[in-house]
């Protein structure tokens, strides 16, 4: 997956918990982001990066965090996690603005 | 608000035949992706088209895209059981220039049946 790893891979947490999955890229790209699938939805986009300390907010971003400290890391974080946040969240790269991206495996977060 | 439709939503074809998706979006825009998901998998990038006209194809595979009907198409020439999978398009929100927010589709689920 283009050299992007996600961690966790699966994650179950109680409502109202604290959550941070993490997106590590060795790849060196410059562009980062979070979405999130669920059914009907498609993919919706809650954050992205363009570069270090650099963020901006996607179509999604009420309820969710991100840092950027280094280039290969982006982290998104779920303040106080909600059942409406159980989905699929997928890390994405690309090094080009406007260009292709290249997404991680995913992260499967259910909320209880 | 840019929304973008593809249908249709589920498609069962058989091998060999041919086939069109279609991706419509309410607001101009002349950026356009196409992307893959097999189950349980992640994203892979099939077709960039970046301007009106644009036509990429790959394999059994050929997008275009026709900016001022505000319409893309992902045609499937002599399908086989491999192209088995979802197929989003996606958009992006600018006009005239990229912005790096993409709005997906819902998605086809395409079926290949021998």
């Known amino acids: 997956d283009a050299g992007i790893t996600q961690s966790p891979r699966h994650k179950v947490t109680e409502t109202g918990t604290p959550v941070t999955l993490r997106c590590h890229q060795t790849e060196n790209h410059r562009y980062m982001y979070w979405y999130r699938q669920d059914p009907g939805h498609g993919l919706r986009l809650i954050h992205y990066s363009y570069g270090v300390k650099d963020t901006d907010k996607g179509e999604v971003s009420d309820g969710y965090s991100v840092s950027r400290s280094k280039t290969e890391d982006f982290l998104l974080t779920l303040e106080s996690a909600t059942s409406s946040q159980t989905s699929v969240y997928f890390c994405?790269?690309?090094?080009?603005?406007?260009?292709?991206?290249?997404f991680g495996s995913g992260t499967q977060l259910s909320v209880l | 608000e840019l929304k973008v439709e593809q249908n249709p939503l589920f498609l069962s074809m058989q091998e060999g035949k041919n086939y069109t998706i279609y991706c419509n979006y309410s607001t101009t825009s002349d950026r356009l992706y196409w992307y893959r998901q097999d189950p349980g998998k992640s994203l892979e990038s099939l077709f960039v088209?970046?301007?009106?006209?644009a036509v990429k194809q790959e394999g059994r595979l050929m997008a275009s895209l026709d900016t001022k009907a505000r319409l893309s198409t992902l045609h499937i020439t002599a399908a086989v059981h491999d192209l088995s999978a979802t197929y989003f398009c996606a958009v992006d929100t600018g006009d005239g220039g990229a912005t790096n927010k993409l709005i997906f589709g819902t998605g086809t689920l395409l079926a290949v049946q021998p």
């Open positions: 994405a790269i690309s090094d080009s603005w406007g260009g292709k991206l290249f």
């Open positions: 088209l970046l301007s009106n006209g």
